[in-house]
């Protein structure tokens, strides 16, 4: 069984048709979020989402990329140091994930 990694993921919905899938996949990895946040940016028509994880980094790193294939949607994940077998500690490590703009 993988070590399981706290981390925050943020998320910018610009495309109004994406919170109802993201809304399914905070849903299906319900069991790894320890709590969400989310800011209705609306004079920007935006949705700003901070998701807080513990799990094994396999499952947030899925979450994450799912998330980033959605259309109109940006992520980022911050996993927290973490103290290796020796006891020292490994750096933080941001992962951007981000779907393609379709073109007209």
Known sequence: ???SR???I???IEDEASVEAFNALAHAYRHIILGRMGVPHRSRHINIVS???DGPQ???NALSGRIGRLRGVHVKTAYASTADDHGQSTTART???TAPDPKP
């Open 58 to 60: 396999s499952e947030i």
């Open 51 to 53: 998701l807080a994880v």
């Open 1 to 3: 069984m993988s070590e």
């Open 10 to 12: 943020g998320v910018i």
């Open 6 to 8: 706290i981390a925050v």
């Open 95 to 97: 992962i951007s994930t």
